[in-house]
Each structure stands twice: as structure tokens, then as C-alpha cells.
């Protein structure tokens, strides 16, 4: 069975602090990557893509080993309204076929 | 552009009973599917559709029907509602999955 698997947490960090989260999957055809952004009872948002590169928005950076199939997301100064559950979800094929989810990371930032 | 609209927002059903979850976005998005998120258990897929016409099962589809007549819409039916569903569920949808997913705000259903 194809999985995503991710630490549960929770990370509990200090404003400021810089925080690192880590995510493998198992299929090493997997072609997209995405972190998600999941509030307390709301709907998972797309924070970012993960590129190849690696990729950086603001405070935040992706990277995407694809060797050890790891996608990693750093979050740097980090800010009360960080604290949220973070979802590794990464797309198995080229294919229109449904994105296959990690269970979350769950991030509190402490003032 | 309304996006990924799911209708009703609060729902407590009856054991037995049936009922349909609205979805629908205005994207002109080909891919759309349904999840149920429990505690600990993470996202779920229970069915999901690329493009008006084709159906198909996800980890999770029994108990469940969907349909897809239109891009735009894409219902999900609860059958008979068992206490085992009471769950939250998402609508996602997409133009290709390939470039990541839309949800919707979610559907809390409880059956009792």
C-alpha cells in the first residue's frame, strides 16, 4: 500500500524559533509534492509546492529529496499564527489520480 | 469565482436515515472528490470523479454513492446513515491533480 508518513507531533516550539518537519512516501514514481496547511476545524489549504530545486516562500522552505524520498518544510521565526496541523501530500503519477495524504504534523507555537 | 461550495455546513442524522452532501465548484475543474476526516485517522478517500460521467471508489466507499452528471456538481448520498459515519467530509476538486486540490469548507455530520 502506497503511504505518506509523517511524524504526529505535537511540535511545540517559542515564537522566534525555528521548526523543521519531515515527510517520506513510499512510491518513488511519486511526480508532485505539496505541503497543506490545516486550521482547527477547517479545510486543509495548499501552503506550498515542492520542487525539485527546492523552493522558498517568505519564512517558509521545501525541499524534496527524491534519492532518500523525503520532502522536508522549514519554518523559520516562527509566529503564534503558525500553530496549525501541516499536511504532506504528494501526487503518486502523472495521471489525473487522487493525491495521496500523510496523517499530519501537528505544530503549536507558544508565545 | 465561489470556488469548492458544500452544502449543509451542520447535519445530525437519525441511524437509518439518508441524506445528500452537496458539492460544487465553479472552476470548471475536471477532477472532484470526497473524504471524511476522523480523529487520528487522517483524510480518507471515499470516492472520486474525473470528469462529468466517470466514477470511481476510494479507501473508503461503502455506504456511500456518488454521481456525476455535470462538471460543476458532485454529490455524495449517504444509503442509511449508521453511527459509524458521523464524520467531517471534504470536497476537493482540481484541474489536474497533478497541480494540487481545492476543498471545500466541510459537511460535520453526526448520526445518532
Known amino acids: 500500500r502506497k503511504e505518506v508518513e509523517q511524524d504526529p507531533g505535537p511540535f511545540n516550539v517559542p515564537e522566534g524559533a525555528t ?89 503549536s507555537v507558544i508565545a | 469565482n465561489a470556488g469548492v461550495t458544500q452544502t449543509p ?25 470526497w473524504y471524511r476526516q476522523d480523529p487520528g485517522m487522517g483524510l480518507r478517500l471515499i470516492h472520486y470523479s474525473v470528469g462529468a460521467g466517470i466514477t470511481d471508489q476510494g479507501e473508503v466507499p461503502n455506504g456511500y454513492n456518488v454521481s456525476r452528471s455535470t462538471t460543476e456538481d458532485f454529490p455524495l448520498r449517504l444509503l442509511s446513515a449508521a453511527p459509524s459515519q458521523t464524520s467531517v467530509y471534504f470536497c476537493a476538486s482540481s484541474p489536474r491533480t497533478a497541480l494540487g486540490y481545492t476543498f471545500g469548507s466541510g459537511t460535520r455530520l453526526t448520526v445518532v
Open chain 1, 19 to 107: 521548526v523543521a518537519f519531515n515527510c517520506t512516501y513510499s512510491n518513488s514514481a511519486s511526480q508532485s509534492f505539496f505541503w497543506y496547511r490545516q486550521d482547527c476545524r477547517k479545510e486543509p489549504k495548499l501552503l506550498m509546492s515542492v520542487y525539485s530545486s527546492g523552493n522558498e516562500d517568505g519564512r517558509f522552505t521545501a525541499q524534496l529529496n527524491r534519492a532518500s524520498q523525503y520532502i522536508s518544510l522549514l519554518i523559520r521565526d516562527s509566529k503564534l499564527s503558525d500553530s496549525a496541523t501541516y499536511l504532506c501530500v504528494v501526487n503518486e503519477n502523472s495521471g489525473n489520480t487522487p493525491l495521496v495524504f500523510g496523517k499530519g504534523t501537528r505544530l
Open chain 2, 9 to 33: 455546513k451542520f447535519q445530525v442524522l437519525k441511524t437509518g436515515q439518508s441524506m445528500t452532501l452537496q458539492c460544487a465548484q465553479d472552476m470548471n475543474h475536471e477532477y472532484m472528490s
